[in-house]
């Protein structure tokens, strides 16, 4: 049997369609309800917080994920990426008021000591570091649109899809910095012991995906 963690929110209908569309057993996960592991045929499916997909991977608990490439770089974990779908495309980005732009543009000297609010604090921190910038950090578990708003943050390090979470906050895109999409993962014990089943499943997302375009 083959372990497959999801994720779990906006990305899991997409999950679940492109399963289907790689001819995976899919039935008992459009009808999940409120269970959080599946077994159908051969498979067993986890479905779990976005943000924590990757460390199902890693500590074995799953063979196989579909993880946005986000979560991959900010849990800071190695996986092996075999495919990237393509789907739920998405970027991350710093966005906030104007003012904030106009102080991005003035440079690095400017944004010394910049609050930025996230989910993502290790790759804030990170990004900011690249273009030599300490910020003051401060970590939300989700709607981190309000803290600018709010007066706890200057601006936010986030993912960026539609646009419109931004748009009905009153903030902008300021910077992109990382194209983001779903990758199929798989730890590297897994790899090992269950080549031939992730080697089957790989070709058939893949097929899937290509079929798709
Ligand atoms: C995500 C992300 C943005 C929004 C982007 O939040 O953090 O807020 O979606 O999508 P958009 O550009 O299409 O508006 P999510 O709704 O997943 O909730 P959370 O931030 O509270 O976790
Ligand atoms: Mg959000």
């Known amino acids: 049997m083959l372990t497959l963690a999801l994720p779990t929110g906006r990305s899991f209908g997409e999950c679940?369609?492109?399963?289907?569309?790689?001819?995976?057993?899919?039935?008992?996960?459009?009808?999940?309800?409120?269970?959080?592991?599946?077994?159908?045929?051969a498979f067993r499916y986890i479905l779990s917080k976005p943000s924590d997909v990757p460390a199902m991977v890693y500590y074995g608990a799953a063979d196989l994920a579909l993880a946005g490439n986000d979560v991959i770089e900010e849990a800071g974990i190695?996986?092996?990426?075999?495919?990237?779908?393509?789907?739920?495309?998405?970027?991350?980005?710093?966005?906030?008021?104007?003012?904030?732009?106009?102080?991005?543009?003035?440079?690095?000297?400017?944004?010394?000591?910049?609050?930025?609010a996230t989910k993502y604090a290790r790759l804030a921190e990170r990004t900011f570091a690249g273009w030599g910038v300490q910020i003051k950090l401060l970590k939300l578990n989700g709607?981190?649109?309000?803290?600018?708003?709010?007066?706890?943050?200057?601006?936010?390090?986030?993912?960026?899809?539609?646009?419109?979470?931004?748009?009905?906050?009153?903030?902008?895109?300021?910077?992109e910095t990382l194209p983001v999409s779903l990758r199929l993962v798989a730890g590297v014990s897994s790899i090992q012991l269950r080549w031939n089943s992730i080697f089957g499943v790989v070709g058939a997302v893949n097929s899937a995906v290509e079929a798709k375009k």
């Not at 708003?149 to 902008?172: H, R, Y």
């Open 78 to 116: 190695a996986l092996a990426e075999l495919l990237d779908t393509g789907l739920g495309r998405c970027r991350m980005a710093v966005a906030g008021p104007s003012e904030i732009a106009e102080k991005f543009r003035g440079g690095a000297q400017r944004l010394m000591g910049l609050k930025v």
């Open 16 to 41: 679940v369609k492109i399963l289907e569309c790689s001819g995976l057993p899919v039935s008992g996960l459009k009808d999940a309800g409120r269970s959080l592991v599946i077994e159908e045929g």
């Open 143 to 175: 709607s981190v649109e309000l803290a600018p708003a709010l007066g706890l943050a200057d601006c936010i390090f986030d993912v960026v899809q539609t646009g419109k979470t931004l748009e009905a906050n009153g903030l902008s895109v300021i910077k």
